[in-house]
């Protein structure tokens, strides 16, 4: 696959990854995003580049986002503790898809989400989750786009899987996941959920610097839950 020549929109950021960890092969968390900025920081957008509050940078959110959307279809996968490394499977998308093949990807992770989750279809959302994931979610995703639309119904499968979790009614993911769904809650702002999560992370089980993100995006979550 040639080395991608945009990153304008969320979903440009998979076909982006993959790319990158078809060259790297598996690297730590701050390894790849420090070598995604290196090699590909000329195509990120300056407003990208604005921090959020605990100075995680936008860019570095929607990496971590393409990430858990490129394992769940198994193209990317985990090498240990924080290590993320590319799949055989997706060393074939690579090589079967010079351009990286987005319409067909999205596609992909979309049915894989449905596929995992069959329960997440048939299960109503609280109704202040829903009012809340809806109004919050449609602002930053408004699926104006095919791809846009397939976007937003990822994101909102996982959104449920959250809500499943903390009910109960899920096993309980992996920690470098529940560091991710952490930044997803954040990012979204659900912050009741995202300070929840955050108290299941086993600290010896993730990587130092995930683990140090995910509490930081926490103590912001618990701030925003105390002034509410």
């Known amino acids: 696959m040639k080395k991608p020549t945009s990153l304008q929109l969320t979903t440009d950021y998979h076909i982006a990854l993959l790319w990158l960890m078809g060259e790297l092969g598996s690297g730590r968390a701050a390894d790849v995003c420090a070598e995604f900025e290196r090699r590909l920081g000329d195509l990120i957008s300056p407003e990208h580049y604005l921090d959020h509050n605990d100075r995680v940078k936008k860019w570095e959110n929607t990496v971590h986002w393409s990430r858990l959307a490129l394992v769940g279809v198994r193209l990317m996968g985990s090498g240990g503790r924080g290590v993320w490394t590319i799949t055989e499977a997706g060393r074939a998308w690579l090589q079967n898809h010079p351009d ?129």
Request: charged content about 25%; proline content about 6%.
């Open 100 to 228: 990286g093949a987005k319409d067909e990807l999205l596609p992909l992770i979309s049915r894989a989400q449905r596929q995992r989750s069959p329960e997440t279809a048939k299960t109503p959302k609280p109704a202040e989750l829903q009012k809340r994931n809806s109004a919050t979610v449609s602002r930053q995703y408004s699926p104006q786009s095919r791809s846009n639309v397939a976007t937003y119904a990822v994101l909102d499968r996982i959104v449920n899987q959250i809500d499943l979790f903390l009910q109960g009614r899920i096993a309980r993911p992996s920690d470098d996941v529940l560091c991710d769904w952490v930044q997803l809650c954040y990012t979204f702002e659900l912050y009741t959920e995202g300070q929840k999560l955050f108290e299941y992370i086993d600290r010896s089980a993730v990587d130092p610097w995930p683990y140090q993100r995910a509490k930081r995006l926490a103590q912001v979550c618990r701030m925003h839950v105390d002034n509410q």
